[in-house]
């Protein structure tokens, strides 16, 4: 059976956290979600991990590079791997909440081109609520084509975290995706390089736990604050200046 949803992680020595979250998956998985795992050549014990579970569970689809080709080359690449109408990419630590996987089923038999899926953040130990809700939204939201800027001044902020997106593989497919390897946002250039065709939804119920801090680049935060998150904003030609100055100013470091 093809499967209708295809959750996609990129994955880089982080077996410790990879095993709840797909614990987490896993529990609410059906015959419709399959789980496409990219390891950018982990030398802890990913591997063994992976294997592990797939002896339970054949939806899992475990692809292993040889050497570490950075963030946005794995997303892509897993996205390519899959098989689902629809791709979740979600981060190798993520919790999901009872119910997301159905929720997002739900959502995508509305035919959305996008969903980005609400968070709640906690500390890196996860014992303690930081933000019930990232995204400061009461009710879902649903944007026209027409209103892809306003999507982008809504969202953009919120999806430098990647777990929140659920894009068409299609739309995802058809889309320039080379030049945004490196940014460690491909998503965010996948999606805002031009107007989607279609409608987005924005799920205002968490469905996701974030713990802070977590990052694979947190000891890069500067240079990727500072120098590459503006540059990508700044490079989407169909996004208004007026928009991305809501969401970053051109050239951030001047202010410090």
Not at 41 to 55: F, I, K, N, P, Y
Not at 117 to 132: H, I, P, Q
Not at 227 to 237: D, G, I, M, Q, R
Request: net charge negative.
């Amino acid at each position: 059976m093809t499967p209708r949803l295809s959750i996609c992680i990129a994955t880089l020595n982080r077996a410790r956290f990879l095993k709840e979250t797909l614990d987490g998956i896993l529990d609410q998985a059906n015959d419709e979600v399959e789980v496409v795992i990219v390891d950018g050549a982990s030398s802890d014990g990913t591997e063994a991990v992976v294997q592990g579970l797939q002896q339970r569970y054949p939806c899992i689809r475990y692809i292993r590079r040889e050497k570490a080709m950075g963030v946005d080359r794995d997303f892509d690449d897993a996205v390519q791997h899959a098989s689902g109408e629809y791709c979740w990419l979600l981060c190798d630590d993520d919790l999901l909440k009872p119910g997301a996987v159905a929720k997002v089923l739900s959502e995508t038999r509305r035919e959305h081109g996008l969903l980005v899926v609400n968070a709640d953040v906690w500390d890196a130990g996860y014992s303690k609520l930081l933000e019930e809700r990232r995204m400061k939204i009461d009710e879902d939201r649903v944007y026209p084509s027409s209103g892809f800027e306003a999507l982008f001044a809504d969202t953009a902020k919120y999806l430098t975290f990647i777990g929140g997106v659920v894009i068409r593989r299609d739309l995802w497919m058809a889309r320039e995706r080379e030049r945004f390897f490196g940014t460690e946002f491909i998503h965010v250039g996948v999606i805002f390089q031009a107007s989607l065709p279609g409608t987005a939804l924005v799920i205002s119920k968490p469905l996701i736990s974030i713990r802070y801090g977590m990052a694979q680049w947190t000891a890069r935060s500067f240079d990727i604050w500072m120098f590459k998150w503006p540059e990508l904003v700044w490079s989407l030609p169909d996004i208004s200046d007026d928009a991305k100055n809501r969401v970053t100013l051109r050239e951030p470091w001047r202010i410090l």
